[in-house]
C-alpha cells in the first residue's frame, strides 16, 4: 500500500479520513466509483451467486430485512449493505445477521484506499468508499445471496455498479428534491436505473409512475407488479393474517397463507417474498411464518414503552405513520417530537402527521442541513399545532418531556434518521409514573 501522510488503523479513524478525501458529500456518477471497483477486481466476477438490488423512496430497509429474514429462514448465507445507519457504522454491511467487525471493514477500507491510490489517485466521496468496502466484505464472505439497498436515486447511485439479478422498486414520492427533482415520472427513472436487460424487475407498489414498468419494458425486463404479477389479501375471520399469491418465473403460480404481520408495510413483505421467488428459493410455508413473525428493523415503528420511533422524513413515509399509529389510552395524549433535515418536505411532513398529533416538542439538529427547532416550531403553528417546547437537540425535547409525560401519553418521536438514532442512543423515560406493563404499553 502506499504510504500516507496519515495512515488509519480503527474504524473510528478510517470514517473520519473518509470524510476529507472529496470536496462534497454527494456526488452522484459511478465512472469514480467504477474505475476503483475495477482496480479492486469486483466487477470481474459477481460478488454472490444472485444479488437483489433495492431501490425506491420509502420501504427498501422494511423490504430488505424482509428479504434477509426469509432467506435465512431458509438456510440460505445472506449479506446485505444498507445506509444509512443508526448508531453504529457497522449496521451498513451483515453477514449471516450478523454486523461486520471492526476489523473486517478496516480490511475492506484498507483495500479501497490501496485501489483509490494505485496509478492515478482517485476521490471517493464518504458513501461511494463505504459502498466499495461493503461490496469487498460481501463478496469475500461466499454468501448465497446479496442483497443491496440503494442509497439516493438509482442509475447513478454508488450500489449501481453492481448488476442485479432481481431489481426491486418499492415506492415512488418527492425526497432528495436537490438531486433527483419534483418530477415523479423522472423520479421513476433514476429509480428504475437499476433494472438490467432481460433481469426480473419487481414494482412494489400500487402507485408508482409508469416511468417505472416502461424503464423495465426497454430492457426487456420480466416484469411482476404488485396488484398483478403478485398480490395479497387478508384472510377473512383470521385477525393480523394474510394470504400471499406469486408467480415463478416461469409462469407458475405460488400460494402461502396464513402468514403473520410483520409489523412492517404488508406491500413491502409480498414483494420481498416475490423477488425471493424469483431468486430461486422454494418458499416453505412454515419457514416465511417463522420469518416474518420474528422480523425487526429498528427505527420503524418501533415501540421503546410509550415512545414511538420512526424515522419517516417525507410526506410519504409519515401517510404510513398516521395510518398505524394507536391511539393512545384513554386520558392520554399524542405528543409529536420532530427533527428535520432543512432539505426534506418539512410542511408535507408536519400538514400529514398534524392530524393526529396536536402538541409537539420540536428539536433542532445540528450540521448544514440540520433544520433549527424554532423554524418547526414556526411551520406547525401555521398548520394548527401547538408546540410545547423548541430543543436544542433531540436529547434535550426528551429530557424535558420526560417531565410532562404522564402513564397514559404516548410520543411519536419522527422526521430524521438523525432524530431516532439521538433517542436510541440513550434511556427513554417512560412518563412521570412508571407504566406497569399490564396493558398501558403498546408494542
Given amino acids: 500500500m502506499p504510504p500516507y501522510s496519515f495512515q488509519p488503523h480503527s474504524l473510528k479513524q478510517w470514517l473520519e479520513h473518509l470524510e476529507t478525501l472529496h470536496p462534497v458529500g454527494i456526488e452522484l456518477g459511478l465512472e469514480r ?47 446485505t ?14 453477514i449471516a445477521g450478523q454486523e461486520a467487525d471492526d476489523q473486517l471493514l478496516v480490511q475492506g477500507f484498507e483495500q479501497v484506499e490501496r485501489a483509490r491510490l494505485q496509478g492515478s489517485e482517485i476521490s471517493l466521496t464518504y458513501f461511494e468508499a463505504g459502498t466499495l468496502c461493503g461490496l469487498w466484505c460481501l463478496a469475500n464472505a461466499e454468501l448465497d445471496l446479496a442483497v443491496l439497498e440503494v442509497g439516493l436515486g438509482g442509475r447513478l447511485d454508488a450500489v449501481n455498479i453492481v448488476d442485479a439479478d432481481v431489481a426491486i422498486v418499492t415506492t415512488i414520492a418527492q425526497d432528495h428534491v436537490n438531486f433527483l427533482g419534483t418530477d415523479l415520472a423522472q423520479i421513476g427513472r433514476e429509480k428504475a436505473g437499476i433494472f438490467r436487460t432481460d433481469r426480473p424487475a ?28 403478485f398480490a395479497h389479501q387478508a384472510m377473512a375471520g383470521e385477525h393480523s393474517q394474510w394470504c400471499w399469491q406469486g408467480l415463478h418465473s416461469d409462469g407458475l403460480s405460488v400460494v402461502i397463507d396464513e402468514l403473520p404481520d410483520p409489523g412492517l408495510p404488508i406491500d413491502n413483505a409480498a414483494t420481498a417474498l416475490q423477488s ?11 419457514r416465511v411464518q417463522a420469518a416474518l413473525g420474528s422480523v425487526q428493523l429498528a427505527g420503524r415503528m418501533q415501540w421503546i414503552g410509550p415512545w414511538c ?68 416550531s414556526q411551520r406547525i403553528i401555521a398548520h394548527g399545532g401547538r408546540v410545547h417546547f423548541c430543543a436544542d437537540s433531540p436529547q434535550a425535547g426528551v429530557d424535558w418531556l420526560a417531565q410532562m409525560l404522564t402513564p397514559n401519553d404516548r410520543v411519536l418521536a419522527t422526521g430524521s434518521f438523525f432524530t431516532v438514532a439521538a433517542l436510541l442512543a440513550r434511556p427513554l423515560p417512560t412518563g412521570a409514573a412508571s407504566l406497569d406493563g399490564d396493558g398501558n404499553e403498546i408494542r
Fill in 276 to 286: 425471493l421467488v424469483l431468486a430461486g428459493l422454494e418458499l416453505e410455508k412454515s
Fill in 33 to 79: 466509483v467504477s474505475a476503483v471497483a475495477k482496480r479492486m477486481g469486483l466487477l470481474s466476477s459477481p460478488i454472490a451467486p444472485c444479488v437483489i438490488t433495492v431501490a425506491g423512496t420509502n420501504g427498501k430497509g422494511s423490504t430488505l430485512a424482509m428479504v434477509d429474514s426469509v432467506a435465512r429462514a431458509h438456510g440460505w448465507r445472506v449479506g
Fill in 309 to 376: 420511533l420512526d424515522v419517516g422524513h417525507n410526506p410519504h413515509a409519515a401517510e404510513y405513520v398516521v395510518r398505524h399509529l394507536p391511539s393512545p389510552p384513554e386520558g392520554g395524549r399524542q405528543w409529536g417530537l420532530i427533527g428535520m433535515l432543512n432539505d426534506k418536505d418539512i410542511d408535507g411532513v408536519i400538514k400529514t402527521l398534524a392530524s393526529r398529533i396536536s402538541d409537539w416538542v420540536c428539536v433542532s439538529l445540528s450540521g448544514e442541513r440540520g433544520c433549527q427547532a424554532s423554524e418547526l
Fill in 202 to 229: 419487481v414494482l412494489g407498489s400500487h402507485k408508482l409512475p409508469a416511468s417505472v414498468a416502461e424503464c423495465a419494458q426497454a430492457l426487456a425486463a420480466p416484469t411482476f407488479s404488485l396488484g398483478q404479477q
Fill in 81 to 94: 449493505y444498507t445506509s444509512p445507519h443508526l448508531l453504529r457504522y457497522n449496521e451498513r454491511v451483515k
